[in-house]
């Protein structure tokens, strides 16, 4: 009996001492996360890097070495003690860009012929095939079709009319990878040659322009276009970006995302510059030559210089852009999605009763603090449309 119960209790102390262990490596983890990858100083304001890492428990040294000038790293540990993570400090001089929030139209084309998915054709006798099915994949670029590089539907369509009942040989790029597949192509009823997949070379858009630089190169969005029937990133070649005006409201309500319903001329005269990337923090690109920059020229604002409290966010909803208050409620330093950087609630009572606060369409939106860029609109709540997420804008400068 004593044997038994000298055994429960080394068994509770062990799944103590296990509990307390796991315990302390999520507390560890979790000061990880607190502490930013990078840091942005600008000369002369050292007070920059006492406010980032300003976390309880977290200590750093108090001397670098000065064999080397401009940035440098410093090592963070939990109180002098358990290592966590180095800081790369980056010295820069003031940063000075144009805030638009102007609605754009975008214009993108993707890198060879997007498969969105695989469907059963109907061939000559009735009988129904699937003959992709297993074989492709949702989110495959198609890159050549026997042999001939492709970039457009219409150039698949007319390579498979070619093949006369014969494989086709795709080669598809498959999340980097580039993979040779071979398909059987049906004869329909309608006399037509299909592989039975549905495929896309373009999309396009409405979104807001968030900021001009010096050099004519602009960042809009704050996040990436992704395909609506895959969710994957498109992988695009390029593309262009238009004029666009807002013609209509949707208001949010509980649960419904409302809308920016915007009118894009796709004519030549209405393009003002090209799309050079797609990423998950916005889309790149720049202003065609002599297109000047409207907005003002303000200074940018980094991460540690963001606060709790009132900030303004600026989005054109009849003609010109104007200026609405909103609450940053929440700040998130050193965020994994690096497009949910703060939270941000809608507290200007005019854009309350016209949009319901956060809208599809305001993505990209300039947030401005204290007269500085600090980050763009990226997300709505779906259950009060007040609320949403904002990225820091120097994640958007890279």
Not at 148 to 174: A, F, M, P, Q, T
Not at 285 to 304: A, D, H, N, R, T
Request: glycine share 12%.
């Amino acid at each position: 009996f004593l044997s038994k119960k000298r055994n429960y209790r080394l068994f509770l102390f062990g799944f103590l001492l296990a509990d307390l262990a796991a315990a302390g490596a999520l507390g560890i983890q979790e000061l990880k996360e607190k502490i930013p990858d990078t840091v942005y100083l600008r000369y002369g304001e050292e007070e920059g890097l006492e406010e980032s890492l300003d976390i309880p428990l977290v200590t750093y040294p108090e001397t670098i070495d000065v064999s080397e000038r401009g940035s440098y790293r410093i090592p963070c540990s939990l109180l002098g003690m358990i290592p966590l993570k180095a800081v790369q400090a980056e010295i820069v001089e003031d940063q000075w860009v144009y805030v638009s929030g102007t609605p754009v139209g975008l214009y993108m084309e993707t890198q060879g012929v997007l498969i969105v998915d695989t469907g059963e054709i109907t061939n000559e006798k009735g009988i129904t095939e699937e003959p992709a099915a297993n074989i492709v994949q949702p989110g495959d670029y198609i890159l050549e079709v026997n042999g001939k590089g492709i970039s457009r539907k219409k150039e698949l369509i007319s390579e498979i009319e070619k093949c006369g009942g014969e494989k086709v040989e795709l080669l598809v790029n498959r999340k980097g990878e580039e993979i040779p597949i071979s398909l059987e192509p049906v004869f329909t009823q309608e006399e037509e040659y299909k592989l039975g997949i549905w495929v896309r070379d373009n999309t396009q858009g409405i979104g807001t322009l968030t900021y001009i630089d010096q050099e004519g190169k602009f960042g809009a969005l704050g996040h990436g276009i992704s395909d609506t029937d895959t969710g994957e990133l498109l992988d695009v070649s390029g593309g262009e970006l238009y004029q666009a005006q807002i013609i209509s409201i949707i208001r949010g309500t509980r649960g419904i995302p409302g809308e920016l319903s915007g009118y894009i001329e796709y004519e030549e005269d209405k393009k003002i510059g090209t799309i050079e990337k797609n990423t998950d923090i916005g889309i790149f690109g720049e202003l065609f030559s002599g297109m000047e920059p409207s907005g003002k020229k303000v200074k940018i604002g980094y991460k540690q210089e963001v606060k709790k409290g009132k900030a303004q966010i600026l989005i054109e909803l009849e003609g010109k852009p104007e200026y609405y208050d909103i609450e940053i409620t929440e700040i998130y330093g050193s965020r994994q999605d690096s497009n949910k950087s703060f939270q941000i609630q809608v507290t200007d009572p005019a854009l309350l009763a016209r949009t319901g606060g956060i809208v599809q369409g305001m993505s990209g939106s300039p947030i401005l603090q204290d007269g500085k860029l600090i980050g763009a609109v990226t997300h709505v709540f779906v259950q009060d449309s007040s609320k949403g997420y904002g990225i820091f804008i120097e994640n958007m400068l890279g």
